[in-house]
Antibody, heavy 120, light 110 residues
Framework: QLQLQESGPGLVKPSETLSLTCTVS??????????WGWIRQPPGKGLEWIGD???????YYNPSLKSRVTVSVDTSKNQFSLKLSSVTAADTAVYYC????????????WGQGTLVTVSS | DIVMTQTPLSLSVTPGQPASISCKSS???????????LSWYLQKPGQSPQLLIY???NRFSGVPDKFSGSGSGTDFTLKISRVEAEDVGVYYC???????FGPGTKVEIK
């Protein structure tokens, strides 16, 4: 059974780059059945898809964030990562890593989420 | 981008009574492969969202049959036949052609 766990700094300064890692257990990042992605949720607000990646390297990004986002995979560590550059207070959110199941386009499972605050 | 809207945005339900949430998309969600990629998620307080329904009307593994989904094209509905305390949370619809979510419907118990 797939399980995902986010890790990374909880506080990032404005204009810097937010970096998070998701460790996958119970399955292989090299599966043809999954995309590996990120969703965020500002405090008290709704869900926003950031983007995801297929293990062979194809990436899919939210057009509104595309210029600042990079999602990458490290199959040797069974991890995938998010980088969001030039952050502002508007990027303060709980960041979830998620699995998108190919052909069904459903998000399951989700990580527990990690709060990232952008503040000086 | 496909914009998703939900009504109502909040719902207070007496235990044992039914509830219904509407979700509308700005474009048809019928894909060229014949499928409609509309799913429903429930985010319980303090938890990550969890999948309830996929492809409009298919219940995900372990989801009780009190949850049902219906609709086509641009109009979709999630129904809970008998609301219980454990159903409290925010319900989101999601479309998967360039993923976007509805704003969420907060369900609480009266």
């Amino acid at each position: 059974q797939l399980q995902l766990q986010e890790s990374g700094p909880g506080l990032v300064k404005p204009s810097e780059t937010l970096s998070l890692t998701c460790t996958v257990s119970g399955g292989s990042l090299s599966s043809n059945n999954y995309y590996w992605g990120w969703i965020r949720q500002p405090p008290g607000k709704g869900l926003e898809w950031i983007g995801d990646i297929f293990y062979r390297g194809s990436t899919y990004y939210n057009p509104s964030l595309k210029s600042r986002v990079t999602v990458s995979v490290d199959t040797s560590k069974n991890q995938f990562s998010l980088k969001l550059s030039s952050v502002t207070a508007a990027d303060t959110a709980v960041y979830y890593c998620v699995t998108r199941i190919r052909y069904y386009d459903i998000l399951v499972p989700w990580g527990q989420g990690t709060l990232v605050t952008v503040s000086s | 981008d496909i914009v998703m809207t939900q009504t109502p945005l909040s719902l207070s339900v007496t235990p044992g009574q039914p509830a219904s949430i509407s979700c509308k998309s700005s474009q048809s969600l019928l894909h060229s492969d014949g499928k409609t990629y509309l799913s429903w998620y429930l985010q319980k307080p303090g938890q990550s969202p969890q999948l309830l329904i996929y492809e409009v009307s298919n219940r995900f593994s372990g989801v009780p049959d009190k949850f049902s989904g219906s609709g086509s094209g641009t109009d979709f509905t999630l129904k809970i036949s008998r609301v219980e305390a454990e159903d409290v949370g925010v319900y989101y619809c999601m479309q998967s052609r360039g993923i976007t979510f509805g704003p969420g419907t907060k369900v609480e118990i009266k």
